[in-house]
């Protein structure tokens, strides 16, 4: 048994109602993520064959996570796994983080019954790994490694398991690749996952096309969650170039006789910021919205 192995077995019985079905999934989650992944989105040659079979054991693992839970009513695929959009600087801060954090029940920030905690343990151990969501289509956004996973034990587990497609970095060359996925207008989701010790994880610099969880939650599955903010358009300053309307990864911008945010679907992520020339465009909070993840604002 690899050390990381075992030291996701003390960290799992440390953690309040996680069962040892709990452990299995997220094992078998964190050991295969690629195979996981590619069969949950339909990519993988084997899911069409035995889709039935996966659903039922999704179900089956969902069920007995919920089992004490009044809320869960047999379809909470987003309870137990889910995105929370980071604007770039936000995503700076959880990559900085240089001491140990625990930051429990965040109703107002992640709002899901379940996976809302941030326990970060040795935070400056960083693995950056392909992404699991890209690596499984035929042609992928690139490049592949822009998957971010922080702290342990998850950290040294990937690395450990899969070492043929991650890599161990520091916090340096972590804000680098989110500086250049959000220049390539891509969005950063801090990742939360029940199997995975009920807690964050990951940071995904996700795409539309490839990205998984945009797609579920573009089909009406909600496991992605606004970051908080909104975009705010400056009429006087915006020359309708529509270049901010081609970044957006959720389709939230539209011309007219001028600039629309559609602020219902606007999940604040802040690439359309960082692509306009003109700095017509900002984030402003929305108080409709979810609170924002301001790692330090919320540790202190």
């Not at 996701?8 to 069962?19: H, N, P, Q, T, V």
């Not at 400056?234 to 011309?255: P, R, T, W």
Request: charged content about 20%.
């Amino acid at each position: 048994m690899k050390r990381s192995t075992r030291e996701f077995i003390k960290e799992a019985r440390k953690s309040k109602d996680y069962s040892f079905l709990d452990f299995l999934h997220g094992y078998f989650y964190m050991r295969w993520p690629y195979f996981y992944i590619s069969m949950g989105k339909g990519d993988h040659p084997l899911s069409k064959k035995v889709s039935g079979i996966l659903s039922f054991f999704i179900g089956f693992f969902e069920k007995s996570h919920h089992k004490n839970s009044d809320a869960y009513q047999g379809g909470g695929f987003a309870e137990g796994y889910h995105g929370k959009v980071l604007p770039l600087e936000t995503a700076r801060q959880l990559v900085s983080v240089n001491k140990e954090i625990r930051l429990e029940n965040l109703e107002q920030v992640i709002p899901f019954e379940k996976a809302r905690d941030i326990i970060l343990k040795n935070p400056d151990h960083i693995t950056v790994i392909d992404c699991p969501c890209r690596k499984g289509m035929e042609t992928p956004c690139l490049p592949l490694d822009v998957c971010l996973i922080i702290g342990e034990p998850f950290a040294s587990f990937v690395l450990e398991h899969s070492p043929n497609t991650s890599r161990a970095i520091t916090s340096s060359e972590a804000q680098l690749i989110l500086e250049q996925e959000s220049q390539r207008g891509h969005v950063s989701h801090a990742f939360f996952k029940d199997a995975v010790l009920n807690r964050f994880y990951a940071i995904c610099n996700c795409c539309s096309c490839c990205c998984g969880a945009m797609k579920a939650h573009r089909n009406g599955t909600p496991m992605i969650i606004s970051s908080g903010y909104v975009c705010k358009v400056d009429e006087e300053e915006c020359i309708l170039c529509g270049e901010c309307v081609d970044a957006c990864q959720f389709n939230a911008l539209s011309i007219n006789d001028h600039l629309v945010c559609n602020v219902e679907i606007c999940m604040g992520c802040g690439v359309c910021v960082e692509h306009c020339a003109q700095k017509a465009l900002s984030l402003e909070l929305d108080l409709t919205k979810p609170a924002p993840l301001e790692i330090f604002q919320i540790a202190n």
